[in-house]
């Protein structure tokens, strides 16, 4: 309904007000999209150490500055790497629209190739009678079960095997890393202006690209279950399933082919990343909520300016070594824009009923009706048993009030004159 350039930034500047709009382009830029750029680069740069070791997390080129009692800036040969990674793909993705969307199918090939190949192993080739015996035996019963702590003294912890509404509670708070691997899959909206016939290709997209990567981690995880038994998932070392799970068929050789093919994801994760949250602030600057630069584009018609800033941000992201607590911090605000986006459809129907839907929603109102209830529970979940991960996450948001005021009010200031 809305072909443009900013995906959710447009959605809830449209349903709403462009407040709201400012709120998730600021969040977006100051953590969602620079920190998740900052936290794949260092992952592939780390895994990248594997075949290089010279690349290391401790090989300091500059030393830890420390800033205060928690937080230190340092480069290492890691975090040089990361950043020139970033460097790269920004570069690339300054060089036009095509050569984004090339390395983009190639790197996302090469990636669905990898799982797949992991898949068949583990499905057919290696799967471990004994170890599928073992984890599907008694399949309603959950094993291995720790009960969830709340940080808040006066509530009681609970336990998956405490009942149907323990085992859901358990799942809301195991939410925060697997909502974060799969939260990039709305980024095609952030380039509607550059997608050939978009009302019809960014639905089919999305729905074909989110069902796709729900069957390729769903099939994953059950090649993992038929290659290692649960307490192995459980305590897999700095949690690589997907490395130990490989190491049972090509012992010795798992670190050296893991390696391998999560460079190539990583390198393909960032690549759409960057080329997406650009999208986001050129949108934003186009409305005056940016530096008017950013709103610009060069001679391949993609906004360089943006690109740049972004790359600026996450380079500094990476030598703080912060992005990885940024990233739990807010992810309990990137469900809350969700919320407003999906809450958007039924403010739209009723406000104007008279714009063209190419695409209506499936089940409307009840399949929407029943995300918003989900997702709500879920946030009241984490504000219970995780303040860490919300209250944080809050207060970023919440900052970008002011900073929304200040700027408008910059923006209608009238320029000086030569006469003063």
């Not at 399949?139 to 998956?160: C, E, N, Q, R």
């Not at 949250?277 to 610009?296: H, N, P, T």
């Not at 991960?389 to 970008?400: E, H, K, M, S």
């Not at 923006?411 to 003063?420: E, F, Q, S, V, Y």
């Amino acid at each position: 309904m809305m072909p443009r350039a900013g995906g959710q930034y447009v959605y809830l500047r449209e349903a709403y007000s462009p407040l709201w709009g400012f709120l998730y382009g600021w969040t977006l830029f100051l953590v969602i999209q620079t920190g998740t750029i900052a936290a794949v680069a260092v992952a592939f740069a780390r895994y990248f150490g594997v075949l290089v070791p010279a690349i290391s997390p401790t090989a300091w080129l500059v030393p830890p500055i420390n800033l205060s009692a928690n937080y230190a800036v340092s480069l290492s040969t890691q975090q040089f790497a990361a950043i020139l990674i970033i460097v790269l793909l920004t570069f690339i993705n300054s060089r036009g629209i095509q050569i984004g969307k090339l390395i983009q199918n190639i790197f996302t090939s090469a990636k669905m190739l990898s799982l797949v190949a992991l898949i068949l192993i583990g499905l057919v080739f290696g799967r471990n009678a004994d170890v599928v015996r073992a984890n599907f035996a008694d399949l309603w019963t959950p094993h291995g079960v720790t009960p969830v702590k709340p940080d808040l003294s006066f509530l009681s912890s609970v336990s998956a095997a405490n009942g149907a509404f323990g085992l859901f509670i358990a799942f809301c708070v195991a939410q925060v890393g697997s909502l974060f691997s799969s939260d990039a899959w709305n980024n095609i909206t952030c380039t509607a202006g550059e997608v050939k016939q978009p009302r019809r290709n960014i639905p089919l997209s999305l729905a074909l690209g989110t069902g796709l990567v729900t069957a390729l981690y769903i099939l994953a995880n059950l090649a993992y279950l038929c290659l290692l038994p649960l307490d192995k998932i459980q305590t897999a070392p700095d949690d690589r399933v997907a490395t130990a799970a490989i190491e049972t068929v090509f012992s010795g050789a798992g670190p050296m082919i893991m390696a391998v093919a999560i460079m190539i994801s990583t390198f393909g994760c960032n690549n759409g990343l960057i080329l997406a949250g650009a999208r986001v602030y050129y949108a934003m600057a186009q409305d005056g909520l940016f530096f008017k630069s950013v709103g610009s584009v060069n001679q391949h018609h993609v906004p360089q300016v943006a690109l740049v800033v972004q790359a600026v941000w996450a380079s500094l992201l990476c030598l703080s070594g912060t992005y990885g607590q940024l990233l739990d911090f807010i992810i309990f605000a990137v469900i809350l824009f969700y919320i407003l986006t999906i809450a958007s459809l039924f403010v739209l129907r009723r406000r104007e009923p008279e714009l063209v839907r190419p695409y209506k929603v499936v089940g409307y109102p009840w399949m929407p009706l029943v995300y918003l209830l989900m997702a709500v529970f879920f946030e009241v979940q984490l504000l219970r048993y995780k303040p860490q991960y919300t209250w944080p996450g809050l207060i970023v948001v919440l900052l970008g009030i002011p900073v929304y005021y200040l700027w408008g009010r910059l923006a209608t200031r009238p320029t000086a004159t030569k006469d003063g």
